[in-house]
Structures are given as structure tokens and as C-alpha cells.
């Protein structure tokens, strides 16, 4: 059972870098989300999508974007990296909008700017 | 959004019962009330939900009190798997999941 697939799992980028990560669902849900998680901290959400051509922006979407062309993939771009995007990032999927239904996870991308 | 209000970190011996609180004075008649758990160096994934009547699986249980504005998630016998960081998270209809800094849970052995 794939579920949630990210890639990479850890990256280290220079300062003023760019680069995509990867995230590809396979169990046909509507909504996706992508999370920064700071060290010792909870997940921010950064953004998300209800559905295919459809996103929007979360609590911290600034230096990031998104696009959403399938129902499976969500890739998130970090445009000129700065340190203060060095965090774990988490996508994550859910079926559609229903108050009851689970949120599952990926494993993690690791991203160290430098 | 509603928020939640969970302490910082407990702790708890191993196969003792493990007694997490959580309380949501502001939920709205529809929020449902989800728990989540992140070992270390994982995503977070899905313990229980509940909308009003107390929920049992095999992971744990559920108690929600009457008036809805707390809950608790109740783990039976705590293992040294359990040690985690436990989120307490309400969802609306159309909502998104949003998450706080939730109970990092020591298990001691």
C-alpha cells in the first residue's frame, strides 16, 4: 500500500536555489496539504488543494508554490531558498471535505538550506 | 477555527493506562473531534475521531464529555511504542486540519 509518496527524503540546497518536491497519492483523494514542520514545533500548513486546477494558500505560504494538474500529484516549489525554509515538509491527502474523514501522511522530506 | 488546548507533556509508566486531555470550549455542533500521533521522525497518523458518543478502536479510546467542549484519548496500556507527540484537532465540514504544538507523551519503562 503506497499511500502518500514524497520525494526526496532529504535535500540540501544552497541559498537562492531552487527545487520541487514531489508528492504523488495513490488512493484517489480530492484533498491534498502540504506542512512545514519547525523543530520542536507543530505542522504549519503551508498549502492546499480541494482538487485538480483548484489551490489555495495556508498559513504560511509565502517563498512557496504549488500546482495541482492530477488528482494524485501536488508538487510544492521553493523558489530562491532562504534558511528559514529549512524545516520537514509533510504532504499529506485526504478524501474531500467531509468533517469525519482521516488525513493520511507521507514519511517526510528533510530540506536543509545552507 | 475552533482551537484546542492540550498540556505541553505527560508522562506515564509502561502498562499503565495513559489518560490524554484535551479541551475545545469554542467547538461548533459540527466540528468532529480527530486525534493524531507523530513518532519520531514520521508523519503524524490517525488514532480516533469522534463526533459526540465516546469511540472505541484498537489503538484506544475516545471519551467525550457531554457538553463537547473536552475529550479525552484514553491509550489502555502504554507502551514504549506510544512515545510520541499526540495532536488533538477539530474539524469542520470544508475545514482543513490544522495543528498546534499537541502532548509530547513520555513513556517510562
Known amino acids: 500500500n503506497a499511500g502518500v509518496t514524497q520525494t526526496p527524503k532529504f535535500r540540501i540546497l544552497k541559498i537562492g536555489q531552487s527545487m520541487t518536491l514531489q508528492c504523488t497519492q495513490d488512493m484517489n483523494h480530492n484533498y491534498m496539504y502540504w506542512y512545514r514542520q519547525d523543530p520542536g514545533m507543530g505542522l504549519k500548513l503551508i498549502y492546499y488543494?480541494?482538487?485538480?486546477?483548484?489551490?489555495d494558500k495556508g498559513e504560511v505560504p509565502n517563498g512557496y508554490n504549488v500546482s495541482r494538474s492530477t488528482t494524485e500529484d501536488f508538487p510544492l516549489r521553493l523558489e530562491l531558498a532562504a534558511p528559514s525554509q529549512t524545516s520537514v515538509y509533510f504532504c499529506?491527502?485526504?478524501?474531500?471535505?467531509?468533517?469525519?474523514?482521516?488525513?493520511?501522511f507521507g514519511e517526510g522530506s528533510w530540506l536543509t538550506v545552507v | 477555527d475552533a482551537k484546542t488546548t492540550q498540556p505541553n507533556s505527560m508522562e506515564s509508566n509502561e502498562e499503565e493506562p495513559v489518560h490524554l486531555p484535551c479541551n475545545h470550549s469554542?467547538?461548533?455542533?459540527?466540528?468532529?473531534i480527530h486525534w493524531y500521533r507523530q513518532l519520531p521522525s514520521q508523519g503524524p497518523e490517525y488514532v480516533i475521531h469522534g463526533l459526540t458518543s465516546n469511540v472505541n478502536n484498537r489503538m484506544a479510546s475516545l471519551a467525550i464529555a457531554e457538553d463537547r467542549k473536552s475529550s479525552t484519548l484514553i491509550l489502555h496500556r502504554a507502551t514504549l511504542r506510544d512515545a510520541a507527540v499526540y495532536y488533538c484537532i477539530l474539524r469542520d465540514r470544508g475545514n482543513q486540519f490544522y495543528f498546534g504544538t499537541g502532548t509530547s507523551l513520555t513513556v517510562i519503562p
Open positions: 488543494s480541494v482538487g485538480a486546477g483548484i489551490t
Open positions: 469554542t467547538i461548533s455542533g459540527t466540528d468532529y
Open positions: 499529506a491527502s485526504t478524501q474531500d471535505r467531509g468533517a469525519g474523514n482521516t488525513i493520511y
